[in-house]
């Protein structure tokens, strides 16, 4: 990556003395990249600012506790939340956006396969964008393969789907997000991917209904094309339990 700390012109915000965060911030401004709540920033991050961008997290979180009229300086259960939390957004939660892609091994279809193949549930652990309280659900997805598809590890899928899950965003862009990397990893003819989710924002707070759940499905190639193949991914998806979570 380009170091643009000292670009002519820069503003205060990608200078050494400004905090982390204008400066990543400056640098995918310079490339023009979109950084929602849902993109992965991993490349616009230098080695040690993951650190230094925990610590500017943890004083403004701090600064939040304040605000909320919270004793951090004598309740002992605080003391260190404003750290927790900056650590759990970073290194946990959210940390689809800051980190790299996992590996994926992708081997060739020597075979030539091309049958329908079904991976889940699998555990989404996701965040809403707008109050950022958990959703936690599962994906089930469908591949068709064809002679040219890559075939990826089985474990790849859930690590793939976590990276994705692992970022605030919506459940309708999740879903969208995830197919999009698989078809790009796979090449298959057809790609089916649906998730079923439970919505904290719904259950804990808001509205609180506890019951509702929002399922979503993506069906592309073959499986938009063949009726018959997608009834027979919907009727062997294994439900291992019932209800969201
Ligand atoms: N479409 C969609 N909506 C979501 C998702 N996660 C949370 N929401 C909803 O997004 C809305 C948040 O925006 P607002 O309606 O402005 O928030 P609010 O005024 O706090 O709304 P209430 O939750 O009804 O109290 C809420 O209705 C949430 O239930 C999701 O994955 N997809």
Known sequence: ???????????????????????????????????????????????????????????????????????????????????RVAKMYLDEVFAGRYRQAPAVTAFPNVSR?????????????????????PIIGRVWIGILPNETSDLIGLS???????????????????VVLLADILERRVRPDGLAVVMEADHFCMHWRGVKDSDSAMTNSVMRGAFLRDANLRREFLALMPRKSSGAV
């Open 1 to 83: 990556m380009n170091d643009t700390t000292s670009a002519p012109g820069a503003s205060s915000a990608n200078t050494s003395t400004g905090p982390v965060s204008g400066r990543i911030r400056y640098r995918l401004q310079q490339a023009g990249q979109r950084f929602f709540a849902n993109d992965n920033i991993a490349d616009y991050i230098e080695p040690g600012e993951i650190d230094a961008l925990r610590d500017e997290v943890a004083g403004r979180m701090h600064a939040v506790l304040q605000s909320l009229v919270i004793d951090t300086d004598n309740d002992h259960n605080t003391q260190d939340t404003a750290r």
């Open 113 to 133: 396969l091309n049958e329908l193949m079904i991976v889940g549930p699998i555990q989404v652990r996701s965040a809403c964008s707008h109050h950022f309280c």
């Open 156 to 174: 790849k899928y859930a690590r793939l789907c976590e990276w994705v899950m692992s970022r605030p965003q919506i459940q309708e862009e999740a």
